[in-house]
């Protein structure tokens, strides 16, 4: 299981991110963006800013084969084409 905790370094990326309104996409999951023999941890972020924010969808950590320690994160962008009023109020 990952990390609950942040660091110093957390705490400036936290700090750095508030003072430009910008928001951490990552959502809980089980899986961790990294892991390998020495442990795993959320090391990866996906940033957005608040209009990009409502727009993306089904933000996961594959479970695909990355040949490496790092695993793949995936998400979709709602284009205009593709926003509802219902669901997106700035499309």
Same mark, same amino acid.
């Given at each position: 299981?990952?990390?609950?905790?942040?660091?110093?370094?957390?705490? +400036?990326?936290? @700090?750095?991110? /508030? $003072?430009?309104?910008?928001?951490?996409?990552?959502?809980?999951?089980?899986?961790?963006?990294?892991?390998?023999?020495?442990?795993?941890?959320?090391?990866?972020?996906?940033?957005?800013?608040?209009?990009?924010?409502? +727009?993306?969808? @089904?933000?996961? /950590? $594959?479970?695909?084969?990355?040949?490496?320690?790092?695993?793949?994160?995936?998400?979709?962008?709602?284009?205009?084409?593709?926003?509802?009023?219902?669901?997106?109020?700035?499309?």
């Amino acid at each position: 299981m990952a990390h609950k905790l942040t660091d110093g370094r957390g705490e +400036k990326i936290e @700090e750095f991110l /508030i $003072s430009k309104q910008l928001y951490i996409m990552n959502e809980d999951s089980e899986m961790t963006t990294f892991q390998s023999n020495r442990g795993s941890n959320n090391i990866y972020l996906t940033i957005s800013n608040n209009k990009l924010l409502k +727009k993306v969808q @089904e933000w996961k /950590i $594959s479970e695909a084969e990355s040949c490496s320690d790092h695993k793949i994160i995936q998400f979709q962008i709602a284009t205009k084409a593709l926003c509802s009023s219902e669901l997106v109020s700035d499309c």
